[in-house]
C-alpha cells in the first residue's frame, strides 16, 4: 500500500458566515469547531496519513470543506471551479499542496463544479447537477475523462 496523503484546511474564524442551503442558520461554536477538526487531523494520523495543514482564511467562511475545490483522483487533481461566488479564490490556495502530489487540471467559469456534488467509484465518476454544479462543467470533465479511460454519470440534484 503506498503512502496516504490528507490535506485539510484549518476552520476560518467567520465560519458562521459559510453558505447553507438545507440547514436552518444556527450559530457555530468556532472554539469548538477548532478543537474538532484536531481530533479529525488526530484521527487521520491514527490511521496513517500524513496530514498537511492548509491556514485557514477570515475571509472564506467555508473554507474547511477543503473536499468541495477538488476532485481527487489516482492520476490527477481536478480543481474545482466553484458555483457559489463567495467560495471561488478557494481551489487556488488548495493548489499548490495538491500539485505537490498530482498533475493538476482546472475546470474554468463558465462551467462550475463543486467537489461535493461528485462521488468517484472504481472508474466512473458521477456528477450531479445542482444550484453549485453546471452541465457545462459536465462536459468539461467529460474531456478530461475521456484521456483516462474514466466514464461519467450526471444526475440532477435539487438547486
Not at 7 to 17: A, E, F, Q
Not at 57 to 80: N, Y
Not at 82 to 90: F, I, K
Amino acid at each position: 500500500m503506498g503512502s496516504l496523503t490528507a490535506i485539510t484546511r484549518l476552520p476560518s474564524p467567520s465560519m458562521d458566515s459559510a453558505v447553507r442551503t438545507f440547514v436552518a442558520h444556527e450559530r457555530i461554536d468556532v472554539a469548538k469547531v477548532l478543537l474538532q477538526h484536531a481530533s479529525y487531523r488526530a484521527a487521520l494520523e491514527a490511521a496513517g496519513a500524513s496530514v498537511v495543514v492548509i491556514d485557514a482564511d477570515p475571509g472564506s467562511p467555508d473554507c474547511v470543506f477543503i473536499e468541495d475545490t477538488a476532485i481527487v483522483l489516482d492520476e490527477l487533481a481536478i480543481l474545482c471551479s466553484m458555483g457559489a461566488p463567495s467560495r471561488r479564490s478557494e481551489p487556488a490556495v488548495v493548489e499548490p499542496a495538491l500539485a505537490k502530489l498530482r498533475k493538476i487540471v482546472r475546470v474554468e467559469l463558465p462551467a462550475t463544479i463543486d467537489g461535493g456534488d461528485v462521488i468517484v467509484t472504481g472508474r466512473t465518476i458521477l456528477v450531479g447537477q445542482s444550484g453549485r454544479t453546471n452541465s457545462a462543467a459536465s462536459v468539461h470533465t467529460d474531456s478530461i475523462q475521456a484521456t483516462m479511460s474514466c466514464s461519467r454519470r450526471s444526475s440532477f440534484a435539487p438547486p
